[in-house]
C-alpha cells in the first residue's frame, strides 16, 4: 500500500526518506523540547530554519513500518537535548538538514519534519502543546490549538498501533 507517498528529502538531496500510507497526524509542536531543538539544529552550520514564525515544529506522524530510507541513511546524525533523552533528532550531516525523529523507545510512529516532505503533503490538523509558547507571542489562527494533545491526536495514535498489530 504506497498510496499518498511522501519524500523527505535534504536540502543538497543526499538524503531521501519515503513514507506512505494515511499519516497519524499531522501537527505544529510549540513544547518546549521541539522549541530548544529547533532553535539548537537551526543554528547549526547552513541549516535550513526549523521553527515557525510563533516557534512551533511542524511534524508529519507516520506508522514506523511505512517509513523507509531511500538513501543516504548513513549520513544521518542523531542530535539529543541531553544524553539521556530517548528522542533523536535526525540531521542530514550533509547539509545539516532536520529530517525525521525517532526514538530510543517502543514508539511505533515516527515524525518527518513538514518542512522536508514533498508529494501528498497532509495539511496542519493541529498546533499543540501551546502552554509552552512564550509570553508575547502571538499563534495564528490558522489551525485549532491545543494546550497538549487533542484527543483525535491520542486516538489516531492508539488506533495506528492496533493497526500494526493486526496487520503482522
Known sequence: M??????????CGQVEIEAWGKPIASVICH??????AGRALGALPEAPPLLDAAGGTGNVLYRKDRVKPIRGWHLLEAHKLTPDSKTNRMVATCCNTPMAITFNDARH??????????????????????????????????TPRYEMYPFGMMAGLALSAVAMLVER
Not at 499518498?4 to 528529502?9: F, L, N, P, S, Y
Open 2 to 11: 504506497k498510496d499518498k507517498q511522501v519524500m523527505a528529502r535534504c536540502s
Open 109 to 142: 510512529w515516527v515524525p518527518l519534519y513538514r518542512d522536508r516532505l514533498e508529494g501528498a503533503v497532509p495539511p496542519v490538523q493541529w498546533r499543540i502543546c501551546t502552554k509552552f509558547v512564550p509570553e508575547g507571542v502571538a499563534l495564528p489562527d490558522d
Open 31 to 36: 513544547c518546549d523540547d521541539c522549541q530548544a
